[in-house]
């Protein structure tokens, strides 16, 4: 069944590929029906904030795979955000964190933020995220901000 929306509040659908067409150029309505798009919930407060808000320049957030253009093989995993968003794109650079010992920046277990184990930060690991990923609770819990020292050293080989 093929699907189209019609500005904002209808979906048209076709239950099959055959349309008759009078003489007139109109249309039998059999096999064109009109379906109302269910209303969206109003956003609280509290989410307009939130996307005011996120995402922060060295915050750390644990993100989903879906996030990722390509996927991850971990279902989530810890992020860096680099930089503000890109303006028009809505796209912002993360270095993603691994447990896996790789060549870069050693990052030490930290349980403020969340996380449990060692981990490594590499070039490997930069990527271009979409930000809305990062407002949305349901794909990004935020949970602070990196510590300075660490920070400045991913800053240090985001610039170079």
């Not at 008759?20 to 919930?41: Q, R």
């Not at 809505?90 to 964190?97: G, M, P």
Request: proline residues 8%; contains cysteine.
């Amino acid at each position: 069944m093929r699907q189209r929306t019609l500005r904002d509040r209808f979906r048209v659908y076709r239950t099959c590929g055959r349309r008759h067409v009078k003489a007139d150029g109109t249309s039998l309505c059999s096999e064109v029906g009109v379906m109302s798009k269910p209303a969206e919930p109003p956003r609280a407060a509290s989410d307009a904030h939130r996307r005011a808000q996120h995402p922060r320049v060295g915050g750390v957030y644990v993100v989903q795979r879906h996030v990722f253009p390509f996927g991850d093989r971990k279902p989530s995993r810890p992020v860096v955000v680099m930089c503000e968003p890109i303006v028009g794109l809505d796209e912002v650079w993360v270095w993603t964190r691994t447990s896996e010992p790789v060549p870069g920046i050693h990052h030490p277990k930290s349980p403020v933020l969340g996380l449990d184990r060692d981990g490594w930060f590499s070039e490997l690991n930069l990527k271009r995220v979409a930000a809305r990923h990062l407002r949305d609770p349901r794909s990004a819990r935020y949970r602070g901000q990196l510590e300075l020292e660490y920070f400045e050293l991913l800053k240090t080989r985001w610039d170079a």
